[in-house]
């Protein structure tokens, strides 16, 4: 059972315009959320979190809101550009039962950005 | 050299060889994690180490074994893969404790 769902496999925005990518989690234990991205044949790079205890953080064209109630967070991309076409991870970190931090991945969902 | 680096970047290997994946990172950072990305999968995480020492292992096959001869290397050694074993292979790192991690540029493994 996913823990951390990204429903959309992709997307597609005109360059310019606001990205919005979406992500669902089920363990209301997370306590901490994390944004990655992913260019082919290289790594997950970290982009944006946010914790539990707030519910918007913003980073230059890049702002995450978490609904804790709703237990759903988002990305917003404004503008988009054609360089943030990548792969978008949320990940949901929270402690196990023994104690242990352990990170959560969604399958993620990839952007193109169109010019 | 900075941040987490992987070598090789690409690998091909038939079912009866041995090879290895190795990881470096040179952040001062003290856990170091193995990840599995396959198609159509969420990141699996394979194994991790915190100060050298194996703290998780998530039902991996014992044909991946691990080893961290410190906290600046990890390795993966590879021995009578199945064809499902290929896929992109990420090292990670952070220090313990931290919510996030950094990741290696990851070996794309091929199995035949």
């Known amino acids: 059972d996913q823990q951390v769902k990204q429903n959309s496999p992709s997307l597609s925005v005109q360059e310019g315009r606001i990205s919005i990518l979406n992500c669902d989690y089920t363990n209301s234990m997370f306590d901490y959320f994390l944004w990655y991205k992913k260019y082919p044949a290289e790594g997950p790079t970290f982009l944006i979190s946010i914790s539990s205890i707030k519910d918007k953080n913003e980073d230059g064209r890049f702002t995450v809101f978490l609904n804790k109630s709703a237990k759903h967070l988002s990305l917003h991309i404004v503008p988009s550009q054609p360089g943030d076409s990548a792969v978008y991870f949320c990940?949901?970190?929270?402690?196990?039962?023994?104690?242990?931090?352990?990170?959560?991945w969604g399958l993620g969902t990839s952007l193109a950005v169109n010019p | 050299e900075t941040g987490v680096t992987q070598t090789p970047r690409h690998l091909v290997m038939g079912m009866t060889n041995k090879k290895s994946l190795k990881c470096e990172q040179h952040l001062g950072h003290n856990a170091m994690y193995w990840y599995k990305q396959s198609a159509k999968k969420p990141l699996e995480l394979m194994f991790v180490y915190n100060f050298k020492e194996q703290t998780e292992n998530n039902s991996v096959p014992s044909r991946f074994s691990p080893e961290c001869p410190n906290s600046s290397h990890l390795f993966l050694h590879l021995h009578t893969l199945q064809p499902e074993d290929s896929a992109l292979y990420l090292c990670a790192s952070s220090q313990v404790g931290d919510r996030g991690y950094t990741f290696g540029s990851g070996t794309r493994l091929t199995v035949v």
């Open positions: 990940a949901a970190s929270g402690l196990n039962a023994g104690n242990n931090r352990k990170l959560i």
